[in-house]
């Protein structure tokens, strides 16, 4: 069985199965809008969530990376706020090392000094108070050395002379307070390898404000993994410190350290989501006075793996509760439907005349009161059959029997078939040509159709006017066109044959030979236009008034009784607004336009 035939026997025609596919569609879309819904918004919290670790991760960073800078600046800022140690940093930056160590030894001889006041040992105590710094660094500016304290190792005294080594130039270069430290910096400290951070102050004459050196810090990034990690919650993603030039700082996933990172320029973006690696979702804060900035990454597909799980149970309950939901309503309306099909199985034995059989159905709802009283129906119908309806048949019979003797249209076809055949035979092809014209054109009005279109009326005028053409011995040639999307609107038969015939009576020039008829329907926005012109005799201006005035006048007969007719057919059913137009100069002929809306609704033949 074709797919055709199937949806036809089985969808379209059988209210049941429509009614299951409806409520099959309905739980089957409000189940999974529902489990979608619950998805996306179980998902959306978990991004909140997320989002939420991930801001406390970056603020935790953020903090420590402060907490650093402000302790750099603190210790700058004792050396100004402590005259002794002041002038002690300006000399020990001003001089040579061995002269600044003689002074100092002289000094504290002669009691003038404490150990407190050196600058030596006041950073040696900051290195002791913080093991979170690796190196702190002192650089002259003046003699162009560097004074290096390490963590868990003896203080260094390294000669920078800018003709051996490059750390002038990079002291000297305009940098951001927190950066990564310099290639060169790290080979004086030997740490190449290890991961730091440094911030970088300048030290400047407290009287003169003349740069004296450098203070430099090298902080280990171990202690932002240890901040990291010092939280309940587990952080997805991962964050990453970068300086103001777009190196990273620190990268808790160890990928792009001391590197350029790629996607700086989209991190600059407000947006929560962006385009890195792939897509994931950003938290940053930036310090704008140290010139660094903490970015949270956290890509969207390690949110949507952690909801796998989720997204699997989702979908099986879903699926379970389609199962129930259209499997239970299934149960019942099979039932109705059998027991539906058994009555119509029932009716259609009756249609075939056989009265003797009964429905079995002892339910109480509506099929089973529509069973009892069907075979109640059956009961009485046998009675009134044995009374009266067989003496009717007969007497309806014998009616039928006189009425088919009366008149029949296919009688007259078949005689004027006859007399065609006789012409042609004769020779006489024109008239054997008019005869064929006539029978189907008083075929196509006496034939009643359930709906008539507007190629059907057009069918009839063609015939119409080939009759003519050839009585006319081809004075006149005419020309039809009806765009295709029109062809099947619904139309009032006999609305443009009296036009048609109009021109043939009063318009045709019989004496000229280049008479022409054009009749051209197109479509209009939701309007049907048909024109009909012609180049004939045209009709004189007060002539052509008469017959306007006419039109709207209800008369059965007398002048123009064809145009009134069609008129007042046209806006009878279709409205006032709609109906005839004549449009007419002498010599020139006449334009007749006809106007009706594009409408489906079955037209009443007899209008």
């Not at 029949?408 to 012409?423: C, Q, S």
Request: aromatic fraction near 10%; charge should be negative.
């Amino acid at each position: 069985m074709s797919p055709a035939r199937l949806y036809q026997k089985y969808i379209k025609n059988n209210m049941f199965t429509k009614m299951l596919l409806l409520i099959a569609l309905i739980a089957v879309v409000t189940i999974v809008t529902l489990s979608f819904l619950m998805y996306y918004f179980l998902f959306q919290s978990a991004v909140r969530s997320e989002l939420d670790i991930q801001r406390s991760a970056v603020e935790r960073v953020e903090r420590h990376l402060n907490q650093k800078y402000e302790n750099a600046q603190s210790y700058v800022n004792d050396l100004y706020r402590n005259s002794s140690l002041g002038i002690d940093t300006s000399y020990f930056l001003m001089n040579s090392f061995n002269e600044y160590m003689a002074k100092r030894m002289n000094r504290i001889a002669g009691g003038g000094q404490s150990n407190s006041d050196s600058v030596v040992a006041y950073f040696k105590q900051r290195l002791d108070d913080d093991p979170d710094i690796e190196n702190i660094m002192l650089y002259s500016a003046e003699k162009q050395y560097v004074y290096v304290y390490k963590q868990g190792s003896m203080t260094r005294l390294y000669q920078a002379n800018a003709t051996h080594s490059y750390i002038p130039d990079v002291m000297a270069l305009e940098s951001q307070s927190v950066t990564l430290p310099n290639l060169w910096i790290r080979k004086l400290a030997g740490d190449v390898t290890l991961p730091l951070f440094s911030i970088r102050s300048p030290i400047n004459d407290m009287t003169t404000y003349k740069n004296l050196g450098q203070l430099l810090i090298l902080y280990r990034t171990e202690a932002l993994d240890a901040v990291l990690n010092n939280s309940d919650d587990s952080l997805k993603g991962s964050v990453l410190v970068l300086s103001g030039d777009g190196r990273v700082m620190f990268d808790s996933s160890g990928k792009y350290y001391g590197e350029k990172y790629p996607y700086a320029d989209q991190l600059l973006n407000s947006k929560e989501t962006v385009t890195l690696d792939e897509e994931s979702y950003i938290t940053t804060a930036a310090h704008n006075q140290a010139g660094y900035t903490v970015v949270g990454i956290t890509p969207k597909r390690e949110i949507a793996e952690s909801f796998h799980g989720l997204q699997s149970t989702i979908i099986i309950a879903a699926l379970l509760c389609i199962v129930i939901a259209v499997s239970i309503p299934s149960l019942m309306i099979v039932n109705y439907s059998r027991r539906t099909d058994n009555i119509i199985r029932f009716m259609r034995k009756v249609e075939k005349g056989e009265f003797v059989a009964r429905m079995q159905d002892t339910k109480d709802d509506q099929l089973g009161q529509i069973a009892g009283s069907f075979n109640e129906m059956l009961d009485e119908l046998s009675r009134y059959i044995d009374k009266v309806y067989k003496a009717e048949i007969n007497q309806k019979n014998a009616e039928l029997s006189a009425l088919q003797a009366r008149i029949n249209p296919h009688f007259l076809y078949n005689t004027l078939e006859v007399i065609r055949m006789r012409a042609l035979s004769q020779g006489a092809q024109d008239v054997g040509d008019m005869i064929y014209s006539l029978s189907m054109l008083f075929k196509n009005i006496v034939q009643h159709k359930s709906h008539y279109t507007l190629k059907d009326e057009l069918e009839a005028c063609r015939l119409y006017l080939e009759l003519f053409r050839i009585r006319y011995k081809d004075k006149y040639i005419y020309k039809m066109h009806c765009d295709d999307q029109i062809k099947h609107v619904p139309m009032i038969k006999m609305s443009l044959q009296p036009l048609i015939e109009n021109y043939i009576v009063h318009g045709l020039r019989s004496d000229q030979d280049d008479n022409w008829l054009t009749i051209n329907a197109t479509q209009e926005d939701d309007e049907v236009h048909i024109e009909i012109k012609d180049n004939g005799k045209g009709i004189p201006p007060q002539r052509l008034e008469e017959i306007k005035s006419r039109l709207d006048v209800a008369e059965s007969s007398g002048e123009s009784f064809g145009l009134r007719s069609v008129n007042e057919r046209l806006k009878l059913t279709y409205g006032s607004s709609y109906g005839m137009d004549i449009q007419s100069e002498p010599g020139n002929g006449t334009t007749v336009t006809v106007k009706f809306p594009v409408t489906e609704r079955k037209l009443n033949n007899d209008v």
